[in-house]
């Protein structure tokens, strides 16, 4: 476990140590256990009842959130004193990674397990935890949360919905209606915004018999077609006036929070899903046969299992090297305090924006892969990667869409620099001055296999802090407009922190046994490194020609061209080396 404390976004501005990048090989035996549990979970009970929840049989659900909950995988992060088993932050980040066998289910289980009671576990008092969290965590109430509504979908503070005192002041009287909403048609419980007085942001809670709540028709969707997703409606709803949730007008601090949870874990499962998708892709690949050989055999397959293969384990290092950051700091403080935890999770809102974007456009990208090797297969019911396609593609709207996210990326780190959080100008006026110096001639460490990645991982990190000191120089308050600007930014950002992620976990794993027992991992860590390099130097460039122009941009451009150099690559070589392991293994060898 990483000890070295670092401040969200300080990846960017430090160098790598590898023995302080978690990744799973650190799991314990416990997290390991709870990864096993959650796999059996799915083997046994998940899959055999999964046409029954593709029909959307809720009472199905009901009882296998019940099962979930009676394993521990409901209440992992509910404190003990509230029947919790209070695990630890990469316990319940395996739990969303091992529960991908139904999309369906598993998205119901987070609408309860994670979106749908965090909002009382972190901002309910002491009464509403009591009454909520034992039923919740137990499986007995299911959660749900409501924050979208039809005119007001990334602009959640946009909301339309009323909440206004009863006129004897014992009740909250809502009106609204909100979209989209996760286990809306048998939720029991469900977290609601609404503006006080129509212009204070806040949370409720609210129960299905409340007078005047009620949901509206299932939602007929391109994917994930067995979770419930309805409209939320209140007409004049009548809520007792002690189910206010937090304080009047801090209900974004709510939402915002709760989000962050929501992106770590949905990068966990994107992970999860890339992984079991892998498996589908190489099975198919060995016992297909065409003109006469197994198509594992053919090159084209071989480049995409090979490069299915290094994107996920760039991902899945990145994932857990979030985890493991934020465990370090939760080791800082009382986790018995919500307040704390849920500070210690929002330092890391960066990384938690980066995961969820990483590791649903991971997915996305495996499972359209998974149907191109199927061929006419993939495209029937009778094969698991039509489902896996559709099912996945919603991953890049939920908790935020990815362009909303590729915003927040550099906006908080900007935001950070701004208030003297991160010394982010500094380091951009220091490379500015590197690179006006000419190029260094310093080749690192020869005698490591990864001695050019090491190298290209700290100048991926160069780029993104020459483009955000660029962008913030040239647009300063205005640069929130910048989009296009942002979003390429925002690119490079999350390439090269996946860059860095594998190359410290591999570097650490090669100090640790050696270069030939990780040689996969070597290939990988290369693969990945030298793609990343080239779109990284693409996404740089339109953002640079949007900033700069005439003999400063030339220049930023020649400074550009240093840093993304790399030398040739034998990519083929590298990809056939990985395909056929994974072929060989039947799966993701990681």
């Not at 994932?319 to 500070?343: F, H, L, N, S």
């Not at 998974?370 to 919603?394: K, L, S």
């Not at 959080?421 to 080749?443: I, R, T, Y």
Request: with cysteine; hydrophobic share 40%.
């Amino acid at each position: 476990m990483a000890k070295e404390i670092i401040k969200g976004g300080g990846f960017l501005l430090q160098e790598t140590l590898p023995a302080t990048v978690y990744s799973p090989e650190d799991f314990n035996d416990e997290q390991i256990l709870i990864a096993q549990t959650t796999d059996e979970f799915v083997e046994k009970e998940i899959m055999p009842n999964f046409d029954k929840i593709e029909t959307k049989d809720y009472e199905i659900q009901r009882e296998l959130i019940k099962k979930a909950a009676d394993l521990g995988l409901i209440n992992a992060s509910i404190p003990e004193a509230y029947g919790g088993l209070d695990l630890d932050h990469v316990s319940q980040m395996l739990i969303y990674e091992h529960l991908t066998g139904s999309a369906s289910f598993s998205t119901g289980f987070g609408g309860t397990a994670g979106i749908g009671l965090l909002p009382i576990l972190l901002f309910g008092t002491h009464e509403q935890k009591e009454k909520y969290l034992p039923k919740l965590g137990s499986g007995e109430w299911v959660g749900a949360y409501a924050l979208s509504e039809s005119s007001s979908g990334s602009d959640a503070l946009g909301a339309k919905s009323t909440a206004r005192l009863s006129e004897d002041g014992q009740h909250w009287i809502l009106n609204g209606e909100k979209m989209w909403i996760t286990n809306g048609g048998f939720a029991d419980v469900i977290t609601i915004f609404a503006k006080v007085d129509g212009e204070h942001f806040t949370g409720f809670i609210v129960e299905k018999n409340d007078p005047g709540v009620s949901h509206g028709n299932e939602e007929h969707k391109l994917g994930q077609r067995g979770s419930s997703t309805t409209p939320i409606i209140m007409q004049d709803a009548k809520i007792p006036k002690d189910r206010l949730l937090g304080e009047i007008g801090k209900g974004h601090l709510i939402a915002f929070n709760v989000l962050n949870h929501g992106r770590i874990n949905l990068g966990a499962g994107g992970v999860g899903g890339s992984k079991r998708v892998i498996g589908q892709s190489a099975k198919y690949a060995a016992q297909r046969r065409q003109f006469g050989r197994a198509i594992a055999s053919f090159g084209a397959i071989q480049y995409k299992i090979a490069e299915m293969a290094a994107r996920t384990y760039a991902c899945d290092s990145a994932v857990y090297r979030t985890a493991g950051m934020i465990e370090a700091r939760e080791a800082t403080i009382d986790r018995t305090d919500p307040v704390a935890v849920m500070k210690a999770i929002e330092e890391y809102a960066i990384e938690c924006a980066i995961a969820k974007v990483a590791g649903s456009e991971l997915l996305f990208y495996c499972a359209d892969e998974n149907v191109q090797i199927h061929g006419g297969n993939g495209f029937t019911e009778d094969y698991p990667a039509e489902g896996a396609y559709r099912d996945c593609r919603v991953n890049r709207i939920f908790e935020g869409t990815n362009e909303i996210n590729r915003l927040l990326i550099p906006g908080q780190l900007i935001k950070r620099a701004m208030k003297g959080g991160l010394p982010l100008f500094q380091a951009a006026m220091k490379l500015q001055e590197e690179l006006l110096a000419g190029p260094s001639f310093d080749d690192g460490d020869d005698e490591s296999p990864l001695t050019n990645e090491i190298k290209l991982a700290a100048n991926a990190k160069k780029v993104a802090i020459a483009l955000l000191g660029s962008a913030a120089q040239k647009f300063q308050a205005a640069l929130a407009e910048q989009q296009m600007i942002l979003s390429w930014t925002a690119d490079v950002i999350i390439d090269a922190f996946q860059i860095d992620s594998a190359v410290g976990r591999t570097a650490k794993l090669v100090a640790q046994d050696g270069a030939e027992k990780h040689a996969a991992a070597i290939d990988a860590t290369k693969l990945y490194t030298h793609d990343a390099i080239n779109r990284i130097e693409v996404a740089a460039k339109n953002a640079l020609a949007a900033i700069s122009e005439g003999d400063e941009l030339r220049v930023m451009l020649v400074a550009l061209r240093r840093l993304t150099k790399q030398e040739p690559l034998n990519t083929a070589a590298i990809r056939e080396r990985l395909s056929n392991k994974v072929v060989e293994a039947g799966g993701y060898i990681f």
